[in-house]
């Protein structure tokens, strides 16, 4: 592809018609979520359209990028208003198109498809056989079966895993790894910390007194003998 250049993205339009969910209601809001919208803009404009009672349902529509903040949208909607929810995933087709740089050259159009979603939203009540149908109360059968299977310690809290367990870690004292604390050996930890403490040297004498001069034998009023070396000093007269 070096002889290309990046050229323009055609996506496929969607219109309301062609929202994959067989449960529209006639009027509805219609909601485009985008990879750089902003949540807390969207969330609050259809708030507002529901309390004032333009609208009764809406639909969050959003690909690609913009999938993962419209189901945050959705969430959020939930927690404010008892809706009924109806969800569908479906793909939406892009065309990129490649310029030619070079002479007998043609143009390459690449189709590709990118994930989309739908989510329908309304306050009044539809039928709860429709597939993909959740109600903003209901709760999965994930959540339920990972409580059951949870088995209850001594203070009632389910008992937790430990994951601090391996070869590659090293457990260390006066750290608890686990439910129940470790117990500390004497001569582990601080005990050895202690122990390797050097006392501090004391330079006080017994007597008080001022230390002695090892240079002159222990005592000032002591002089050393000079020694013999065989050698005449200055003093002594010579025999000849």
């Keep these: 592809m070096m002889h290309y250049k990046k050229g323009k993205n055609v996506e496929e339009e969607l219109s309301k018609e062609q929202i994959p969910i067989e449960v529209l209601p006639e009027h509805f809001l219609w909601m485009h979520v985008k990879g750089g919208s902003r949540i807390f ?3 609050e404009y259809a708030k507002k359209a529901l309390d004032a009672g333009e609208y009764r349902s ?3 529509s959003g690909s690609d990028g913009g999938v ?3 189901i945050s949208c959705a969430e959020i ?8 929810q109806v969800t569908r995933i479906c793909y939406r087709k892009v065309e ?3 310029d030619a740089q ?3 050259l043609e143009q390459i159009v690449a189709t590709r498809k990118i994930p989309s979603i739908h989510i329908l939203m309304s306050l009044d009540e539809i039928d709860s056989s429709t597939p993909g149908y959740q109600h903003s109360k209901t709760r999965t059968t994930f959540w339920l079966e990972g409580k059951a299977n949870r088995k209850p310690s001594g203070d009632g809290v389910g008992t937790r895993k430990n994951y601090f367990t391996g070869p590659q870690l090293k457990k260390k004292p006066n750290r608890n790894y686990g439910d129940k604390p470790d117990k500390v050996k004497e001569g582990d930890g601080a005990g050895q910390m ?18 002695q001069d090892k240079r002159d034998g222990g005592s000032r009023g ?7 070396s065989g050698e005449p000093s200055a003093g002594t007269p010579m025999e000849t």
Excluded: C, F, I
Excluded at 77 to 84: A, F, S, T, V
Excluded at 195 to 211: E, L, T
């Design 41 to 43: 803009n969207l969330v």
């Design 58 to 60: 809406l639909v969050w």
């Design 68 to 70: 993962g903040k419209t």
């Design 77 to 84: 909607m939930k927690k404010d208003y008892q809706l009924h």
């Design 96 to 98: 990129e198109y490649w």
């Design 102 to 104: 070079q002479e007998g």
């Design 194 to 211: 202690n122990a390797k403490k050097k006392k501090p040297r004391n330079n006080d004498r017994s007597g008080g007194g001022p230390p």
């Design 222 to 228: 002591k002089q050393s003998k000079p020694r013999d």
